[in-house]
């Protein structure tokens, strides 16, 4: 085998094997993502309700007047401006778990 034709094999080989993973990514899917993220990502609002809305007042306070969601959505902020401890993503689950358990 003389240089050249050396030079040649071991290019084709390089472009095959980039070729070769190239072609292994390619059609690879992500992973299935059931069920969809936001649900997946969604906090326990019951679970929540207990550890965050307890330390101030019971519960009693909570359950004492049915609100609506945009009502509870309300409540949650000002609780939250209070210094009840939750991101945006807990907060939204409390304020669904609310409306749905003590909604009107
Ligand atoms: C840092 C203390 C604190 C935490 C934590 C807290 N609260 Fe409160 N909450 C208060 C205080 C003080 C009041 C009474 C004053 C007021 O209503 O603004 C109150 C009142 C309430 C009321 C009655 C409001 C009304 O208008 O009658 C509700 C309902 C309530 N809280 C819900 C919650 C929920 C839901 C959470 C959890 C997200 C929570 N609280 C967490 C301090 C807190």
């Not at 070729?19 to 990514?25: E, L, P, T, V």
């Amino acid at each position: 085998m003389n240089r050249p034709t050396a030079r040649i094999l071991v290019a084709c080989l390089i472009l095959l094997l980039a070729w070769g993973s190239i072609a292994c990514a390619g059609p690879q899917q992500p992973a299935p993502t059931s069920p969809a993220p936001t649900t997946a990502a969604q906090p326990d609002g019951a679970a929540l309700l207990q550890a965050r809305c307890t330390r101030c007042h019971t519960l009693d306070r909570v359950q004492q007047a049915p609100r609506t969601a945009s009502e509870w959505q309300t409540v949650v902020a000002r609780m939250r401006s209070k210094g009840a401890q939750r991101n945006d993503a807990e907060a939204e689950a409390l304020v669904q778990h609310l409306a749905r358990t003590f909604g009107k």
